[in-house]
């Protein structure tokens, strides 16, 4: 599923990230949702701010597979000045410790002459307000359960000689990776209206008989797994999203299937591996490789045409 939902504000954000790596940047914090960490990582923002130390902060540790949550550290703690840690944006030790692991990534930096300055990114709905309002000990960024609630740049200081510079959440303009489309629906950082919410909800059935068959079938009830349409079925009768008549109401099936997910429900579930998250931008790359280059081959059989059309007009040999 290709994605397009990059509302006027993320531009805006976009210009204000090369507008803070202009003025000066020691460290960017990228908040990832630890349930699809490589499908939630933005690589606008790996564009935007490279040659930067980088912190890639696992947030909602707490509804993610431990073990898959511990291979997506070593794959990001493998990367080149970057450092990768779990979180929960709401627990005051763990978020106190980003201040350690930012003063570690740019040790030269950090006092009142030179003071360290951070942005922090992510994408919506990804626990960025939640944890600046943990870290700054107040209510100082807007909370909620959808996307876009920050929409300005802040300011605030950590400690002395410590910035951290907030942004909206941003997505980038076109989610080529399908199964990234899916799982950043299925996660709730893109707007209910750029996406079929019972298409989304067949793909996490989908991946969830792949990956966690148990915690569907505990969590509803199921004696059996069948077709995606019939668990989704079954579900909506568990649910009681059924109309006049007894029939399921499919849509409402599938907004109550996503709901428990987003609220960790079905247990602690991640949605996809390193490896696999791998093979999905080899095959995104292939297939705008080829896209291209049937784009290639059109243009230039219209200009043959064209040629033809030009010479015949004037009657040439």
Same mark, same amino acid.
């Given at each position: 599923m290709s994605i397009n939902w990059f509302p006027g504000h993320m531009n805006s954000t976009r210009q204000a990230i090369k507008d803070r790596v202009k003025a000066g940047l020691d460290v960017v914090i990228e908040l990832l949702d630890a349930r699809l960490p490589g499908s939630s990582s933005n690589p606008l923002l790996a564009a935007l701010t490279t040659g930067r130390p980088s912190l890639k902060v696992l947030n909602k540790q707490d509804l993610a597979d431990a073990a898959q949550t511990a291979a997506w550290l070593d794959f990001?703690?493998?990367?080149?000045?970057? @450092?990768?840690?779990?979180?929960?944006a709401?627990?005051?030790?763990? %978020? @106190?410790?980003?201040?350690?692991?930012?003063?570690?990534?740019?040790? $030269? @930096?950090?006092d009142i002459h030179?003071?360290?300055?951070?942005?922090?990114?992510?994408i919506p709905n990804v626990?960025?307000? /939640? $944890?600046?309002? /943990?870290?700054?000990?107040?209510?100082? &960024?807007? /909370?909620?359960?959808?996307?876009?609630?920050?929409? $300005?740049?802040?300011?605030?200081v950590l400690e002395n000689g410590f910035y951290l510079f907030d942004t909206p959440g941003m997505l980038w303009?076109?989610?080529?990776?399908?199964?990234?489309?899916?799982?950043?629906?299925?996660?709730? &950082?893109?707007? @209910?209206? %750029?996406?079929?919410? =019972?298409?989304? %909800?067949?793909? $996490?059935i989908t991946t969830l008989k792949r990956r966690y068959p148990e915690q569907l079938q505990a969590r509803y009830g199921l004696t059996e797994l069948g077709a995606e349409d019939a668990v989704l079925e079954a579900i909506g009768l568990k649910r009681g999203a059924k109309v006049r008549g007894g029939a399921v109401q499919m849509h409402k099936a599938a907004e109550a299937l996503l709901i428990d997910y987003r609220q960790g429900l079905l247990g602690r579930i991640t949605l996809e591996t390193p490896d696999e998250m791998a093979a999905w931008r080899r095959e995104a790359a292939e297939d705008e490789a080829?896209? &291209?280059? =049937?784009?290639?081959?059109?243009?230039? %059989?219209?200009?043959?045409?064209?040629n033809g059309r030009r010479k015949a007009s004037s009657g040439e040999a």
């Amino acid at each position: 599923m290709s994605i397009n939902w990059f509302p006027g504000h993320m531009n805006s954000t976009r210009q204000a990230i090369k507008d803070r790596v202009k003025a000066g940047l020691d460290v960017v914090i990228e908040l990832l949702d630890a349930r699809l960490p490589g499908s939630s990582s933005n690589p606008l923002l790996a564009a935007l701010t490279t040659g930067r130390p980088s912190l890639k902060v696992l947030n909602k540790q707490d509804l993610a597979d431990a073990a898959q949550t511990a291979a997506w550290l070593d794959f990001y703690n493998a990367q080149p000045h970057t @450092r990768a840690i779990p979180l929960d944006a709401g627990e005051k030790t763990p %978020a @106190r410790a980003l201040i350690k692991a930012c003063r570690e990534l740019a040790p $030269l @930096r950090g006092d009142i002459h030179k003071p360290l300055r951070v942005l922090i990114c992510g994408i919506p709905n990804v626990g960025k307000s /939640t $944890l600046i309002n /943990t870290l700054v000990g107040k209510r100082a &960024a807007k /909370t909620g359960d959808e996307p876009g609630i920050t929409k $300005l740049e802040q300011k605030f200081v950590l400690e002395n000689g410590f910035y951290l510079f907030d942004t909206p959440g941003m997505l980038w303009p076109r989610i080529s990776i399908e199964q990234s489309g899916y799982n950043l629906a299925a996660s709730g &950082a893109i707007g @209910r209206n %750029a996406f079929d919410e =019972e298409e989304v %909800a067949l793909e $996490l059935i989908t991946t969830l008989k792949r990956r966690y068959p148990e915690q569907l079938q505990a969590r509803y009830g199921l004696t059996e797994l069948g077709a995606e349409d019939a668990v989704l079925e079954a579900i909506g009768l568990k649910r009681g999203a059924k109309v006049r008549g007894g029939a399921v109401q499919m849509h409402k099936a599938a907004e109550a299937l996503l709901i428990d997910y987003r609220q960790g429900l079905l247990g602690r579930i991640t949605l996809e591996t390193p490896d696999e998250m791998a093979a999905w931008r080899r095959e995104a790359a292939e297939d705008e490789a080829r896209k &291209a280059a =049937e784009r290639d081959a059109a243009q230039a %059989a219209e200009k043959v045409k064209r040629n033809g059309r030009r010479k015949a007009s004037s009657g040439e040999a």
